[in-house]
């Protein structure tokens, strides 16, 4: 981070002890002394209090810490994603493997527990989309990057856009036939 640096920087620019500056921006000496050494960041009020007290631009003052922000959004949008992900991986086996236990412990209340499994799993899939196209990542190659935090060249992302709508049609084939063989177990064991 750079802010630390920069707020010691004008400081001892204007000849400011801690203690004069943090009479001036409304903290404590050990907050001044926190912010220039990286243990913590000034909330945006103080940040325009310490840019009036410069005189300077709040762009000056924290540049060099624009593209710090940018990363950490970006690495914790990347840890969202791989949440989300791994809740959904869960619940989808668990909704693979859990109807007929379900069913065969608990009758219809297992039915009803399952079908309020299945809406779970169906809610955070949605999640998982909304995320997908939020950061246009649509294909297998395309999320392993993301996570990785990296992206695709040009030509790699065409060639997996151009894979999309198959896969599409596959993942919809599976669906249905996912659909099918839980249908069929569900009509064999309430028979």
């Given at each position: 981070m750079?802010?630390?640096?920069?707020?010691?920087?004008?400081?001892?620019?204007?000849?400011?002890?801690?203690?004069t500056l943090a009479d001036k921006v409304y903290v404590s000496r050990q907050t001044i002394s926190n912010w220039e050494n990286d243990k913590s960041y000034p909330d945006v009020n103080s940040l325009v209090l310490l840019s009036e007290v410069f005189q300077i631009s709040l762009d000056q003052l924290i540049k060099?810490?624009?593209?710090?922000?940018?990363?950490?959004?970006?690495?914790?949008?990347?840890?969202?994603?791989?949440?989300?992900?791994q809740v959904f991986g869960i619940l989808f086996v668990a909704v693979v493997v859990t109807p007929i236990p379900l069913i065969h412990l608990?009758?219809?209340v297992g039915v009803g527990i399952w079908v309020v499994l299945a809406g779970l799993a169906l809610y955070v899939s949605i999640l998982v989309?909304?995320?997908?196209?939020?950061?246009?990542?649509?294909?297998?190659?395309?999320?392993?990057?993301?996570?990785?935090?990296?992206?695709?060249?040009?030509?790699?992302k065409?060639?997996?856009?151009g894979k999309r709508p198959y896969q599409k049609i596959f993942l919809a084939f599976l669906a249905g036939m996912l659909t099918l063989i839980i249908a069929i177990v569900f009509v064999w064991l309430l028979k």
């Open positions: 750079e802010l630390g640096k920069q707020i010691k920087k004008y400081r001892n620019e204007l000849s400011l002890s801690q203690e060099g810490d624009i593209a710090y922000m940018k990363e950490q959004i970006k690495l914790e949008d990347r840890k969202e994603f791989e949440k989300l992900a608990f009758k219809y989309e909304k995320k997908k196209k939020q950061f246009d990542v649509q294909t297998y190659k395309e999320i392993i990057a993301f996570t990785e935090g990296a992206r695709l060249d040009e030509i790699s065409a060639r997996e856009e």
